[in-house]
C-alpha cells in the first residue's frame, strides 16, 4: 500500500491557487482511475483505490498548509507505513511552470507543507515536484502561491494535470522515468512527421539583365550572341 499526499489549502478562497496544485492532481487522478468517493479522515479527504495491482491511498490534508504533516503522520501511523511508502504532490517555485520532477528524500527548501511533514515523519519520503515558477523575489513568494494560477496558465496547468493522471499507474510501480514521460507527452506532444516540403532552391544562375527602357528587344539566337562578342 502506498500513501500519496497532495498539498493545498481548504476552502473555496484556496482552490485556484498556486499552493493548491497538489489538490488539483490528486482530484484529477481520482476521477479518472475510478478511486471511492472522497470522505474525512485523518483531519483531511481520503479517496482509496487502485493503479493496476498497486493500492493506493489519496490524501488531501484539510490542516492548512503549515500543518500539513498532522495529517500525514496520523495516517501513516493508521495504515502502518514507512516514510518510503508515501509520495507527497506540491508545488515548486524553483522550477518553471509545467515542470515536473519526481524525487526522493531530502530537504524542505522553505516550503512550509513539507517543512511540517518533515517534523511529523522525517525527510525520507518521495516527492513530486510540480513547478509553478517563481515571483522574482523572495518577499514576493508568499503572495505568489497563495494567488491564483492566470489564465494565461490555463493550458499547461491542464496538461500537467492530465499528464500526471496518465502517468499515474507507472509511478505506482516506481517506474518514475515512464510516468515523467507521460507528462511531457501532454506537456510537450512530439511533432508530427509530416509537413509541408520546403521549396526547392532558386536556380544559382544569373538572371537575364531587363532590357534598358525604350531598346528594342533582342532577338539574336546564342551562337548569333557569341559571335557577335568577338568581334
Aim: aromatic share 8%.
Amino acid at each position: 500500500m502506498q500513501l500519496w499526499v497532495g498539498l493545498g489549502n481548504p476552502g473555496s478562497k484556496y482552490a485556484r491557487n498556486r499552493h493548491n496544485i497538489g489538490w488539483m492532481a490528486l482530484d484529477r487522478m481520482a476521477a479518472d482511475h475510478g478511486f471511492a468517493p472522497w470522505r474525512s479522515k485523518f483531519q483531511g479527504q481520503l479517496s482509496e483505490g487502485k493503479f493496476g495491482s498497486e493500492k493506493v491511498m489519496l490524501l488531501k490534508p484539510e490542516t492548512f498548509m503549515n500543518l500539513s504533516g498532522q495529517s500525514v503522520g496520523e495516517a501513516m501511523r493508521f495504515f502502518k507505513l514507512e516514510p518510503p511508502d508515501i509520495t507527497v504532490f506540491h508545488d515548486e517555485i524553483d522550477l518553471a511552470p509545467a515542470k515536473v520532477r519526481v524525487k526522493a528524500g531530502g530537504g524542505h527548501a522553505g516550503h512550509n507543507g513539507l517543512r511540517s511533514i518533515h517534523q511529523h515523519i522525517g525527510p525520507h519520503y518521495d516527492r513530486v515536484r510540480l513547478g509553478v515558477g517563481h515571483p522574482g523575489h523572495k518577499d514576493r513568494v508568499p503572495g505568489y502561491v497563495l494567488s491564483d494560477f492566470v489564465k494565461a496558465d490555463q493550458d499547461w496547468l491542464d496538461d500537467v494535470i492530465r499528464g500526471i493522471s496518465d502517468g499515474a499507474p507507472d509511478l505506482a510501480t516506481g517506474d518514475s522515468g515512464r510516468f515523467l514521460n507521460a507528462v511531457a507527452l501532454r506537456t510537450a506532444p512530439p511533432r508530427s512527421s509530416t509537413s509541408t516540403p520546403k521549396p526547392a532552391p532558386a536556380s544559382k544562375s544569373a538572371p537575364e539583365p531587363d532590357p534598358a527602357p525604350g531598346a528594342e528587344p533582342d532577338t539574336r539566337n546564342p551562337l548569333q550572341r557569341l559571335v557577335d562578342k568577338f568581334r
